[in-house]
């Protein structure tokens, strides 16, 4: 399999957003019954909306979809890098798939489609009770990935892999019908390798860009941060190589993430990324494909200062920020009803014109 194939597909097919539906829409919101501006950051997000359909007004979002990527951090477990055991993503994935999580509770309220993807879970799922559907586990790239911080996370064979299968989803889920996909995640310790590649890609010294994760305490902090300061040690040699990066720094579950990203740019759909996951795997995409960059928006600000990091080097702003740190595709669910509505307002409020107001204001003082 050839990985230079594989980056000149994307770079090749990623094209910018729609400049002439962006500038229709900038023309329309000041069009709209309301004073310029007045609806701040929505009317941003509608323009964007419009740039990614190539429509303004833009169409409705009708099958937003969920992807839920898995896997376990050998990091996790050597170095002690989480407040909880590597078990837990095992069972979080059962959970995920009997529908009892934050982001599966979240998105069957907003009428989100979900697709689970078990890439790295460290578990034999045949000698498990755990209630997974076949269709969860049937893609496996590998049993959990190399402890980084003192070994290469994965092969480059199976760093490719990992990139096709992510590629792989966000076709499925396309051709299926999903209009805007939102990239989520579950690994205990995931945010290492996270951390380790937004010091890389972004130029911050690790205790800059590690945070709590699940909540660990500052001794956990301190080998977290030790952890990720060898990881990046690591990971500096093959910078410049996407590939290499995630299989010395990342894990297959990051890899498939960032291919996901990178084909959904590629079939010109839009993405909602959510927290320090998938903006790292967003820094790696950048990396290869700049203007897939275009294709996302930013749901909300993490607590985890890699996220922050990661965002200022993409250019992104997120639309809230609630304190989150849970990941799973929460926070983007969460900004989901924000960007349907910016989409709505534009399509749906009356101009000046079709509402007879003739008085659109004026920015000089009234007369004394």
């Known amino acids: 399999m050839d990985d230079q194939f594989d980056l000149t597909r994307w770079r090749e097919a990623i094209v910018p957003i729609d400049a002439e539906a962006r500038t229709a829409a900038l023309a329309r919101q000041e069009q709209l019954t309301k004073p310029s501006g007045a609806l701040g950051r929505l009317e941003e997000v509608s323009v964007w909306l419009s740039g990614v359909t190539g429509q ?25 890098t989480s407040a909880y055991p590597p078990e837990v993503t095992a069972q979080m994935v059962a959970n995920f798939a009997t529908g009892g999580a934050a982001a599966t509770v979240l998105a069957r309220s907003l009428g989100v489609r979900v697709r689970i993807v078990d890439v790295s879970v460290d578990i034999d799922w045949a000698a498990s009770d755990l209630p997974v559907p076949a269709d969860v586990t ?39 019908g999903a ?19 937004v010091g890389l890609l972004a130029d911050v010294e690790p205790g800059r860009v590690v945070g709590r994760g699940t909540g660990i305490d500052d ?7 030790a952890a990720v300061r060898d990881a990046m040690r690591r990971g500096r040699p093959v910078k410049g190589d ?41 820094l790696v995409a950048h990396r290869v494909a700049f203007r897939a960059s275009q294709w996302w928006c930013a749901s909300h600000r993490s607590t985890e200062p890699a996220a922050s990091a990661a965002l200022a080097r993409l250019g992104l702003e997120p639309l809230l920020d609630l304190q989150m740190r849970l990941g799973e595709g929460s926070g983007a669910l969460l900004a989901l009803p924000l960007v349907s509505a910016a989409g709505d307002l534009l ?22």
């Open 138 to 176: 049937a893609h496996r790239i590998r049993r959990g990935s190399g402890s980084i911080d003192r070994e290469d996370a994965m092969t480059r064979e199976e760093s490719i892999a990992a990139l096709e299968l992510g590629a792989r989803v966000a076709d499925e889920l396309i051709d299926e």
């Open 219 to 225: 001794i956990t902090w301190m080998r977290k941060t």
């Open 347 to 368: 399509r749906e409020m009356a101009t000046f014109d079709s509402a007879g107001v003739t008085d659109r204001g004026s920015s000089e003082d009234p007369p004394a």
């Open 56 to 80: 303004c007004p833009p169409p409705p979002i009708r099958q937003p979809t969920l992807a839920i990527f898995a896997g376990d951090h050998g990091v996790a477990r050597t170095a002690g």
């Open 179 to 197: 209009d805007l996909l939102i990239a989520g995640d579950m690994g205990i310790g995931n945010t290492t390798p996270a951390a380790a590649l």
């Open 242 to 282: 996407p590939v290499g990066l995630l299989a010395t720094s990342a894990g297959p579950d990051l890899a498939a993430t960032t291919g996901f990203l990178l084909q959904a740019a590629a079939r010109r759909t839009p993405v909602l990324l959510d927290g320090v996951i998938s903006c790292a795997c967003a």
